[in-house]
């Protein structure tokens, strides 16, 4: 990386490197397609072929340049710096702010970017010489609870490639109250798309209508996905790092749908002093927003946890972490409600057919996200385990580390731990009772059925009624309408009755000696299979009895004689 190349340089060699990558490599790693069309058209997304050109025709992409801050944590010994965050009004900016890998100073720098764009992304992967899979996993929109994408698309690295990479992403959901316009058509949708003038990457959220009681009204809720993404390495020559930071912007409507209101997650820090300078609601307009608050207020507080962050970068995402786990426990949360608002209205009314099949199609997708949501939990709590990446600085492999950072970084990291853990048992719990909850409405329907056939079998045997009353008319109708010489009148009248009462006679007796011939038959037929266990198939199991016995006793007599033997030996 040389400093004299102009950025204009720098952007087009990565450009070159991205496009030689995506066109012309034999199996194309996951991405680098999506991520070569980010940068020729600057945004991404999987809209359908209608949807995005109406975009087009309505001025996308979006055109607001991202929003960058730059974090200095000092390093120990460093006097020349402190902690502070830097927030770039003009992204250009960035040019000349860039930290250098070669900086001999012991101060970290952590450079946060909100919305990215294609010129901001190759200026950093050409400064910093970044693999192009870190942006590539990132702007490679796919939906996360369907797979529509070619499987390659989908395809993750494995361990042994982990192990060696320098960045890793986090997925998350944020919740988000949904008020809607009167003449809104997103109503009748299950998931909504976001206004592509105010973001990059449009990745869907999922809309959720909850079921209401007649005393209780809930608003629908957006289920919003994010993206948190993280690429570091080590200064050359002294024991800081550069980190980059990638996150998403909130998600918003276009106007004409509606608005959604701030993220609905407790706060994790504990409440503020009197004297402390707090926020208030705006640290919830963005994530970004509440990771440099809440790491500018733990900063502000504890001198170790600057001094050791300067050489573990895992610690310094300590807030964002925290702030993703509490939004899982919202979703949670949101869950645990919609399950209790269908198991009271099972409890509190008689549902009719089409209830139960709606509620048992609501808990089928319902359960479906709830394990993808699983998955991205697990996914965050091994990273939690494994402290981020193994090439990214820690305490243990820097030579200022010593035991007491070691300790703190370590305490902290087990902290992150045990809320994963935490919000893996609620959610472990809660689709225990999805299941549950399927199983109950399944036997529901199944005897919704039955009352279903028996009320059909009803209207049969009304039927059957009905004809059984008008079945004597339509016999003498059907007698006197005989025109042959079987006719009323005629001379072989009287073979009619000679043929037909006989015939009655025997229907009418059948049911009743159905049940004596019944028995009769089962007898016989147990006679028969005891005389065949006796006797064998073709009397082939006595000969077996007769050869056992005979075997039996050859070998009674072998043994006689080993015993006489061994007798005379000794």
């Known amino acids: ?186 109503r009748a949708r299950s998931v909504i798309w976001p206004d592509m003038k105010n973001t990059r990457l449009g990745d869907s959220a999922g809309r959720l209508k909850p079921i209401s009681g007649p005393e209780d009204t809930f608003p629908p809720i957006a289920f919003t996905r994010q993206c948190f993404s993280v690429w570091c390495k080590k200064k050359t020559n002294s024991n800081g790092w550069i980190a980059i930071m990638l996150l998403d912007r909130p998600f918003q409507l276009r106007r004409k749908y509606g608005v959604l209101g701030p993220s609905e997650y407790r706060n994790p820090n504990l409440r503020p002093n009197g004297d402390d300078e707090f926020d208030g609601d705006a640290i919830r307009q963005s994530f970004k927003k509440a990771f440099c608050s809440s790491l500018k207020q733990r900063c502000s507080k504890d001198e170790t946890y600057i001094s050791t962050c300067a050489t573990n970068t895992f610690l310094a995402l300590y807030e964002g972490y925290r702030i993703i786990a509490s939004e899982w426990v919202v979703v949670d949360e949101y869950v645990k409600r919609e399950l209790a608002n269908i198991e009271r209205h099972l409890e509190n009314k008689e549902p009719t057919f089409q209830e139960l099949e709606q509620h048992l199609k609501e808990l089928y997708r319902i359960r479906r996200r709830c394990n993808k949501d699983h998955e991205l939990v697990v996914e965050a709590a091994s990273q939690c385990e494994k402290r981020g990446q193994a090439l990214w600085p820690s305490s243990k492999t820097t030579l200022q580390g010593n035991a007491g950072d070691v300790t703190f970084a370590e305490r902290h990291a087990h902290d992150l731990e045990e809320d994963f853990k935490f919000i893996l048992a609620n959610m472990s719990i809660t689709i225990s ?61 009287w073979m009619l009755w000679a043929v037909a009462l006989p015939l009655t006679v025997l229907v009418v007796l059948i049911p009743f000696a159905y049940p004596g011939v019944s028995r009769w038959l089962n007898g016989a037929r147990g006679k028969y299979a005891k005389k065949e266990e006796k006797t064998g198939w073709w009397g082939f199991e006595e000969v077996r009895e007769e050869n056992g016995k005979r075997d039996e006793g050859v070998e009674l007599e072998e043994v006689e004689v080993l015993q006489a033997s061994a007798s005379g030996v000794v």
């Open 1 to 186: 990386m040389a400093s004299t190349i102009q950025p204009h340089e720098i952007r087009n060699r990565y450009r070159e490197r991205i496009k030689r990558l995506s066109k012309y490599t034999i199996t194309p790693w996951p991405g680098l397609e999506s991520l070569w069309k980010f940068i020729e058209n600057g945004y991404s997304c999987h809209f359908s072929a209608g949807s995005l050109q109406k975009m087009v025709e309505e001025g996308a992409p979006c055109n607001i340049p991202p929003d960058i801050s730059i974090v200095s944590i000092p390093g120990e010994g460093d006097l020349s710096s402190k902690f502070s965050i830097t927030d770039l009004q003009n992204p250009h900016d960035l040019v000349g702010r860039l930290p250098s890998l070669v900086d001999n100073s012991q101060s970290s720098q952590l450079i946060i970017i909100e919305n990215i764009c294609s010129d901001t992304l190759t200026l950093l992967g050409g400064y910093y010489d970044i693999d192009p899979q870190f942006f590539a996993q990132y702007t490679n929109v796919l939906s996360w609870y369907q797979m529509r994408e070619k499987v390659p698309e989908r395809l993750t690295s494995l361990p042994s490639t982990r192990n060696v990479e320098d960045f890793l992403l986090l997925r998350h959901v944020s919740t988000r109250e949904l008020f809607e316009e009167d003449d809104a058509s997103i």
């Open 433 to 493: 009772r999805i299941e549950k909850d399927i199983s109950l409405l399944m036997a529901l329907v199944a005897i919704s059925e039955g009352r279903q056939s028996l009320r059909e079998n009803r209207g049969i045997s009304f039927l059957t009624l009905v004809a059984t009353v008008f079945l004597p008319s339509e016999t003498v109708a059907t007698v006197l309408g005989i025109q042959t010489q079987y006719g009323p009148g005629a001379r072989s009248f």
